[in-house]
């Protein structure tokens, strides 16, 4: 490190770089500096680079905790549409879906890795398809969920279980799927999504007098104050942090809406 010591009005001079900077005023034990550098080089006080290193780490925290409550959440329901599917006789089928995602899990846990790859196949997805004529007397539900793994497994739980299912990536299609559809009889809504975050497409929906008999449940790795939504003000039924338990999300829905019998 070179030290220097410099007077009031004195300069020191960064040639290579085109910074020059200049002692202003010496008081007491603080001395006051003038930067003078061109615009592309970034100048910033030390405790001020220290926080903005802070707030990046915690960032990156929060995205790795998010990921990580995702892809349990993806795990879980696998296991619950397992389980149902033992229960309908598909033994084939549950097993499939169990090995796959152990596989996948071993796959992570080597690589020390929080990605779980998708533990969805086509073949898994057998027993579980949209049906093609919709049945007026059916429960509908909307699912809303950026994740494609999550979204298919979901989906596919809830449909095992006797719902008639819909689904959109993130909230705006959530929006233009209600705007030309018959309204469902509830809607599951993520949070963290791109385009329109699921906090903000709620209040959308609660604004218009026609959706007031659609329950909304939100299932997100967020809490209520990290999506910046009140749960009471915008009648959200019930609040599922990810990962969910599919028996309790199951348990709530169907006190409020009996599924067709499979």
């Not at 909307?142 to 990536?169: F, I, K, P, Q, W």
């Not at 008999?213 to 939504?229: F, H, M």
Request: a negative charge; one cysteine or more.
């Amino acid at each position: 490190m070179l030290v220097l010591s410099r007077r009031p009005s004195d300069t020191i001079r960064l040639p290579d770089l085109g910074i020059t900077i200049e002692v202003l005023n010496v008081k007491g034990s603080s001395v006051r500096l003038g930067v003078d550098a061109p615009i592309e080089i970034k100048v910033l006080r030390g405790e001020v680079e220290d926080k903005q290193k802070l707030s990046k780490q915690l960032i990156i925290a929060d995205q790795s905790e998010h990921a990580v409550r995702n892809k349990l959440n993806s795990l879980k329901i696998a296991v619950a549409v397992a389980q149902k599917h033992i229960q309908q006789q598909r033994h084939e089928q549950a097993a499939n879906i169990l090995d796959k995602a152990i596989r996948k899990i071993e796959i992570a846990a080597s690589q020390n890795s929080v990605e779980v790859p998708s533990v969805i196949d086509p073949e898994l997805n057998r027993g579980i398809e949209v049906k093609e004529h919709s049945d007026n007397n059916a429960v509908s539900a909307l699912l809303v969920e950026d994740s494609e793994n999550e979204r298919t497994m979901l989906a596919g739980l809830l449909r095992l279980h006797g719902y008639e299912v819909n689904s959109a990536s993130d909230g705006l299609e959530a929006l233009a799927f209600l705007e030309s559809n018959q309204k469902p009889n509830f809607i599951l809504m993520d949070m963290c999504m791109p385009n329109l975050d699921g906090a903000s497409a709620i209040r959308q929906i609660r604004k218009s007098p026609i959706f007031d008999a659609v329950e909304i449940y939100a299932v997100s790795g967020q809490t209520p104050r990290e999506a910046g939504i009140d749960v009471t003000s915008n009648r959200i039924a019930n609040w599922f942090r990810k990962p969910i338990e599919p028996k309790k999300l199951l348990g709530e829905i169907s006190q409020n809406f009996e599924p067709a019998r499979n």
